[in-house]
């Protein structure tokens, strides 16, 4: 059973106390319990003052002494990749290997921050902007920002914000997905090891009425979501008025990929399998329709059939021969696949490759479906 320690302010973490809210299981194991957890809205006042607080400490660190703080972070995360890609796949479903890259990802994105993006913010000085007079370009940070992650990569895509905030002299409040809790807590356990100063770093478990609760208050200068249109025009709802809260949101979209009469058709299929069935199909890009040239559609069609078929799909650590695919998030996600699932059934079309019976897993399954 996995160990849930509470919300994170002030420098350590709180237990929340309270009536169990939200219960765990692996949803490629069902088997498997993971943890339970309760939220508690009494600790949000202190959330908030703590991460104003860090604020003060952070914005008047030098870039020089924050990127020693990220790089120690590093380090741990580097110590702990391991812990946390077993996380991610026994909370996600997701394959072990690709929970791996995911945790490598943490890691690698400070190099990343530091070498690229902290040049989009240093002082820049525009010689002649006008004649005999040079213009300056600086930046300040926003303030205390909140960061909502996604359930799909529950670390590495809000890892991303967070840095970007914190070389920038922010602090911030993490609120993960409610269904990846432990996963991100390992994430702030991190950075807890790293020394940041007290109060930069806060982390609240909840869903949305916790969420609604800080971004509508006043001291919250940043708000960043990642996750759903509908939560995303939530958002939108109760921060348009306030003009001193910047916020930015990455939404999920149905994508499609295009492919030209004059395209390498072998690199063209690897990289659309990937596209439409890593992660089981949950991330924001992946590949919902494919529009073939005449010229090559039979071509492609009859290898991309081929090629699918080959995809395993089996439990995310557990299984001798990794699998390319494992489970769904939950019941829900799998309710939705399969409503859409007899919907493309029922229209016209003809069914390539049919959705396969895997209730012998023992967890929130789906196999690749391809209609054309």
């Given at each position: ?37 309760s ?8 959330l ?7 604020f003060?400490?952070i ?23 391991e ?37 989009r ?12 007079l ?57 950075f807890h090891?790293a020394?940041?100063?007290k ?13 609604s ?13 990642t ?15 306030d ?5 930015a ?9 295009i ?5 390498n058709?072998?690199?063209t299929l690897?990289?659309?399998?990937k ?27 009859d ?6 078929k ?10 001798e ?17 399969n ?11 003809n ?13 929130f ?8």
């Amino acid at each position: 059973m996995m160990n849930l320690k509470g919300n994170y302010f002030s420098g350590n973490f709180k237990e929340i106390k309270g009536d169990v809210v939200y219960q765990k299981h692996c949803p490629g194991d069902l088997d498997k319990f993971l943890w339970e957890s309760s939220e508690d809205a009494s600790h949000i006042e202190d959330l908030i003052e703590s991460s104003v607080e860090g604020f003060k400490k952070i914005r008047t660190l030098t870039f020089e002494q924050r990127i020693d703080l990220l790089k120690k972070y590093k380090e741990v995360v580097l110590r702990r990749k391991e812990e946390i890609a077993l996380a991610i796949a026994l909370e996600v479903g997701k394959p072990l290997w690709e929970a791996r890259t995911e945790a490598g990802a943490i890691a690698a994105k400070v190099d990343v921050t530091i070498s690229d993006s902290l040049e989009r913010i240093k002082t820049k000085t525009i010689q002649n902007v006008l004649p005999g007079l040079d213009g300056h370009e600086l930046h300040k940070p926003l303030g205390p920002s909140f960061v909502i992650g996604p359930f799909n990569f529950p670390c590495h895509l809000a890892n991303g914000q967070i840095l970007s905030l914190l070389l920038s002299g922010n602090s911030i409040i993490f609120k993960p997905s409610e269904k990846t809790i432990y996963s991100a807590q390992l994430l702030i356990e991190c950075f807890h090891e790293a020394s940041f100063p007290k109060g930069v770093i806060n982390f609240v478990v909840g869903g949305g009425k916790i969420a609604s609760k800080i971004i509508q208050d006043s001291r919250m200068k940043g708000v960043f979501f990642t996750g759903s249109k509908t939560v995303g025009e939530k958002i939108l709802e109760v921060t348009y008025k306030d003009f001193n809260k910047l916020v930015a949101l990455e939404l999920g979209g149905k994508n499609s990929s295009i492919i030209h009469e004059d395209a390498n058709i072998d690199h063209t299929l690897i990289e659309v399998v990937k596209a439409a069935f890593l992660t089981t199909g949950q991330r924001c890009t992946s590949t919902g329709n494919i529009f073939v040239h005449e010229k090559i559609y039979d071509e492609f069609r009859d290898k991309f059939i081929k090629l699918t078929k080959r995809i395993i799909v089996n439990h995310p650590t557990e299984h001798e021969e990794a699998p390319f695919m494992s489970s769904l998030i939950d019941e829900q996600a799998l309710e939705v696949f399969n409503q859409y699932l007899h919907k493309a059934n029922s229209q016209e079309g003809n069914n390539l490759i049919e959705a396969s019976d895997l209730t012998h897993l023992n967890g929130f399954y789906s196999s690749p479906v391809i209609h054309e």
